[in-house]
């Protein structure tokens, strides 16, 4: 063999053996990631199986979340220091304590299984965070949860259904609501994602989480009124709501106008209409915050006008209806 080929063929191993090795690398830096998240958390697969049948007896089985789920809801709800998180049906308390421990939250969780609590304030206990974590044995339905920031469940699909109407009566609009598995109806989610992991028996799995802003109530009659080419006009808006979507019309002496780019997150909205002023065609486009019955922000003119920026105030003349379930556009 001559000296060259003997060189190309060390090289080409020496090569070979170092992407190997890269390789390697990178698995295992994927792996002690993974493990870095649950670092120092004592929650497993098998975390408070000796309870399960329990949990039997009642509407929902005891099913511990993965870790990898209880990690991407969290940073799915968006959760950050001094949140408050409850979570609606909490088994071994792993959603909370997480939360508290990694997150900096604050909360409490409820479960029927008294075990299954017992079992969480001992493991909060552990972790250090029993002065910022509270587990009870509670009533779902039965559960204050107004003060929430975040809401977290992995109940039934029939348990959703059933929770909706309280979660959108006594939530504040703007609270962030996270579910693992099942989705709520008719009620679409503001967004969702897949998430695939690995069992302890190696095989792969995959879980849906679907995520949604507590809307505000908006529907109802609204007037304002602006200055514009000509001299100041008054609107009139009926706005119709189904959860987070909005449409509707604003009338004013010109005529009727179709509210255009409607949307509706938490307590904000925006919407833009274009309507006629000393015969041009004015584009406005608002954005604001609810309050109750009063809607405070800007409206941008432009179009058939020197671009400008307004304070914008609405008032609501008339709800239509306080029900929870609002009805279909």
């Not at 090795?21 to 975390?47: E, H, K, T, Y």
């Not at 190696?202 to 989480?209: F, G, P």
């Not at 529907?219 to 709501?241: H, K, V």
């Amino acid at each position: 063999m001559s000296e060259k080929l003997l060189r190309n063929l060390v090289g080409g191993v020496w090569r070979s053996t170092v992407l190997l090795v890269g390789i390697a690398m990178v698995l295992a830096a994927l792996v002690c990631s993974v493990d870095a998240q649950n670092a120092g958390l004592p929650f497993s697969a098998d975390s408070g199986a000796e309870f399960a049948d329990e949990s039997d007896k009642f509407d929902v089985p005891y099913v511990p979340t993965p870790m990898e789920v209880v990690n991407a809801m969290l940073t799915m709800g968006s959760v950050r220091p001094n949140d408050f998180l409850i979570d609606l049906g909490s088994g071994d308390g792993r959603i909370v304590i997480t939360a508290a421990k990694k997150f900096g939250a604050r909360g409490f969780g409820v479960d029927l299984n008294e075990k299954l609590v017992e079992l969480s304030k001992q493991y909060a206990e552990d972790e250090g965070v029993a002065g910022r974590t509270a587990f009870y044995v509670q009533d779902i339905f039965m559960t204050d949860i107004s003060r929430a920031d975040v809401i977290t469940m992995y109940l039934l699909q029939e348990i959703n259904l059933q929770l909706r109407p309280k979660l959108l009566s006594d939530l504040r609009p703007g609270t962030r609501v996270v579910s693992h598995d099942w989705h709520m109806g008719e009620w679409r989610p503001d967004k969702s994602m897949i998430i695939e992991y690995e069992t302890k028996d190696q095989d792969r799995q995959e879980s849906i989480l679907y995520h949604w802003i507590i809307p505000a109530k908006v529907a109802g009659r609204w007037r304002w009124s602006l200055p514009m080419p000509g001299g100041e006009q008054r609107f009139d808006a009926e706005l119709n709501q189904h959860f987070q979507d909005i449409a509707g019309v604003a009338k004013n002496e010109k005529g009727t106008w179709r509210l255009l780019d409607a949307t509706l997150r938490g307590d904000r909205i925006s919407f833009s209409l274009v309507s006629e002023a000393d015969d041009r065609m004015i584009r406005q486009g608002y954005e604001g915050r609810i309050n109750g019955d009063a809607i405070e922000g800007t409206v941008k003119l432009s179009g058939g006008v020197k671009e400008s920026q307004l304070q914008w105030r609405a008032s609501r003349t008339k709800a239509k209806g306080e029900r929870a379930e609002p009805r279909k556009l």
